[in-house]
């Protein structure tokens, strides 16, 4: 039995597990997300306590993902100041002596969910944690999307809902753009309770599932993802999915003409089929893949 | 020698040539797109009179593209009814026994600009066209991307301009949506002169690069394509670039970490590479993966 390696690095909580060759976690631990100097002894101790032949990383960003790059598997401009320029994948490989790979926390879950999950068999998929932040993982044609950097797309300008009293978003950066609007802290700020708090009856929900559904017809009319997924802490309210679904419908205004749009969009805008092991399980497959890579017979285009 | 037959088919007109293996145009015609029973024979004469080996065609859609549906290959629900649930791609093959393959007109010319052209060597990038309409094809991992349907990113919401005098945009689905803001009949209808004869100076430049710069924010955020080409008739505005270009570094707020922002998207958001050929040389294309396809040995993804 082979044993594989799986790190979700969170900007407040390291999740590490060994994972064998049948997707099984054999152990599993957290720890907090500290400074390098402090959370990496610890993190590199776990792995050397078991035989891994491959190590995958899912990490909080941004990351540089370009393999032509000086800084390739550096984490880069994160506002997490201990972290900012830190080679990780690097260390790893360094410490560890084993093919590792990295990706966005997010692309991690999207794959594990477009290969074990809920857009299992599909060749594409948008998968978009909705919670402190808003973050998208990508899949088209099988493999994660980077491109010149990677989606970001929490970040993506949405327009300010008539009736929504603070149209002026939260977003350090953006002020008004989807994360601004719609994480769960955007929720707090704009109503003083925490999304968790909130009724299912409130306002508050109309507004939520408005601009998530922004998200989903601009994801549709963008790259046409074969299914969306959301997940995260604020999409635990059941009820959200079915408004998105509805308001997303009626956005496309019948431009998109697909029997999933036909049917109302209920298996098509979804829930993730792994609840909350999509990250550790995309890390797994991570390490699947660098262990491919780094075989000397691998094809260039895995 | 082996010659292809490249097809581009448009909405008022089809392109048809006859190009080599080399990729030089042996012959090339146009011909007005009338209905199927008027147009297809003598498509299908020109295509006969020389020894093709494959077809490939770039099409005004929307499309079939998924190869397990029962109308793969159709036109689908085209504002063109002759052209209505008409089996393209199928008729084609038929009548004249070639291996061929099809794609939305804007994917070929992106994928003519991502093997030869402004994105030659990369492994993703976005093509829009911005005229009559706006369309937008999507090389991602050097594929063109299909998905649910395809992209239809001239369709993505985008948010009126405070001092725009027509904030409800004229597209016939989403009002304003991008192409029912800055398609050249939206600038027409918005200044009632025609694109091609407003002056430099007029504020309409200043709304028309705005839009196509939140269309460009969006496509950064959500897949992070490493190039972006702008073509098509609104954007023989030569001066337009450089304003799209500022303004789109200007939304990203610093948010995008990369020399290619800091360096204000000059290299980035571009003209096309391959001027108007794009489209006939994306056809060709086509008709070479086509035939690549229907070689016996070939593998499953290529």
């Given amino acids: 039995m082979k044993f594989y390696g799986a790190l979700e690095a969170g900007g407040t909580k ?3 597990a060994v994972i064998d060759e049948e997707g099984t976690v054999q152990k599993r631990v957290s720890m907090p997300t500290l400074t390098p100097a402090e959370t990496m002894p610890g993190m590199i101790d776990f792995f050397r306590g078991s ?3 491959a190590l995958g990383i899912g990490s909080f960003g941004p990351l540089d993902l370009n393999p ?3 800084t390739f598997g550096y984490i ?8 900012r320029n830190y080679p990780l994948l690097e260390e790893f490989t360094k410490q560890l002596g084993v093919p590792a ?3 966005t926390d997010v692309n991690g879950a999207a794959l594990a ?3 074990l999950g809920a857009a299992k068999g599909l060749e594409s998929c ?3 944690t909705v919670g402190t932040g808003i973050g998208g993982g990508l899949i088209i044609h099988g493999q994660p999307v980077h491109g010149l950097v990677h989606p970001e797309i929490g970040h993506i300008p949405v327009t300010p809902l008539p009736n929504d009293p603070m149209p002026g978003g939260i977003c350090p950066y953006h002020g008004a753009c989807l994360e601004g609007m719609a994480s769960g802290p955007a929720i707090e700020k704009r109503w003083g309770v925490s999304a968790k708090e909130l009724p299912d009856d409130h306002p508050a929900w109309d507004l939520e599932s408005g601009y998530l559904s ?6 549709m009319l963008s790259f046409s993802p074969e299914k969306i997924i959301l997940g995260g802490g604020v999409m635990q309210k059941k009820f959200l999915l079915p408004m998105i679904r509805e308001k997303t419908v009626r956005s496309l205004k019948g431009y998109v003409s697909h029997p999933a749009v036909e049917a109302g969009l209920t298996d098509y805008i979804t829930e993730p089929g792994l609840d909350t092991a999509s990250g550790i399980m995309g890390a797994w497959l991570l390490a699947r893949q660098a262990e491919k890579l780094a075989q000397p017979n691998h094809r260039e285009s895995i």
């Fill in 113 to 115: 969910e477009s290969v």
């Fill in 14 to 16: 390291m999740v590490l």
């Fill in 101 to 103: 790979a990295l990706d």
């Fill in 51 to 53: 035989p891994i032949v």
């Fill in 68 to 70: 032509r790059s000086e």
């Fill in 76 to 83: 880069t401009a994160t506002p997490k100041l201990a972290w």
């Fill in 126 to 128: 948008l998968y978009v």
């Fill in 214 to 219: 922004q998200l989903c017809v601009s994801a």
